[in-house]
């Protein structure tokens, strides 16, 4: 994840007046507690009922959503703290940033094992069961944690080797470009993002045309699993923004230097905040099952409050 975005912003933004700094935080603040509001009700809904729990499609959206729900809390965790109090101690802003990195990669991960699963119901449907059990799926979510881990755990080794202690216990402004400097770790970002990337891509490619060939040749109407696909593809795009953020950053700029601010300001939106509402909406919303138990879990809550208020003296 780059957050050299966030860098940017605080050391011209400081120059803002006070009004809209606080304008531009409490935007970002609202925006992740309605964010995570929904969330929050999603995970709520699959908790509650042993049907979401038994079915790897569901098992995965939901580790989907919660893995968002962190990484919205620690990008907005971080711009705040680049607003409030700049620089931080060295070692909270290594774990703050192992978190934010370690469910950056995770969600093209997970995008790719849930069009695998797509593939398999549509194109191998006798034999779903078998191989997409409860089991394997979290099997599957452990292993991508571990290749997230993978690829950042070296950059943290590599830090502990090469700066003395000193540096640790000192203070420094939090973004990644800033903590894990050196240009082997550049260089090697770069070329696993660029595989992890190739990786997913190809996935979501193989399986939708798959989908498409299998749907052809037994007649069947697969539609909704290849709109799935594509929502797939639409939020590995928004993921890909993260990477190409700074690069948009500064192209925008250059052409429209007198809204330097506003420009890092809505870049930062776009790229850290908004994608997170795709999750629930798209995936959440459009599934007939899941909003049927949702709406019905949001009745009851309608319910409650309403018995509460009438049973309240006057």
């Known amino acids: 994840m780059n957050f050299s975005t966030y860098s940017n912003i605080t050391q011209t933004k400081v120059k803002d007046p006070y009004t809209i700094t606080v304008t531009k935080n409490v935007i970002v603040v609202a925006l992740y507690f309605s964010i995570n509001y929904i969330n929050g009700t999603l995970v709520h809904t699959f908790l509650k009922h042993e049907i979401f729990n038994e079915n790897p499609r569901y098992i995965l959206f939901i580790h989907m959503v919660i893995n968002d729900m962190i990484q919205l809390t620690t990008a907005v965790l971080l711009n705040l703290i680049s607003y409030i109090f700049y620089t931080i101690n060295v070692s909270f802003c290594v774990f703050l940033l192992m978190i934010a990195v370690f469910t950056t990669l995770n969600t093209p991960l997970n995008l790719a094992g849930m069009a695998v699963e797509r593939y ?44 003395p202690l000193s540096f640790f216990l000192s203070n420094i402004y939090c973004s990644r470009d800033s903590m894990f400097r050196h240009p082997y770790m550049v260089e090697k970002r770069n070329i696993s993002h660029l595989v992890y990337l190739s990786f997913v891509w190809l996935t979501l490619v193989y ?84 909003c049927a138990y949702l709406k019905r879990h949001l009745w009851c809550i309608m319910l409650k409050e309403s018995k509460k208020r009438q049973t309240q003296p006057s």
């Open 207 to 290: 399986t939708y045309f798959r989908i498409i060939f299998t749907a052809k040749a037994t007649g069947a109407d697969a539609r909704k699993a290849r709109n799935t696909i594509l929502l797939h593809g639409l939020q590995l795009l928004l993921c890909m923004f993260m990477y190409i953020g700074p690069l948009i950053e500064s192209v925008l700029i250059s052409l429209f230097p007198m809204l330097l601010h506003d420009v890092r300001f809505t870049i930062y939106i776009f790229v850290h905040i908004l994608p997170r509402f795709i999750s629930p909406i798209v995936y959440g919303l459009r599934d007939q099952m899941f």
């Open 120 to 163: 398999i119901a549509i194109c191998n449907p006798l034999r779903h069961t078998q191989i997409c059990t409860v089991r394997r799926t979290y099997v599957l979510i452990g292993l991508i944690w571990v290749l997230g881990a993978i690829t950042i755990l070296p950059d943290l080794f590599f830090l502990l080797a090469t700066e």
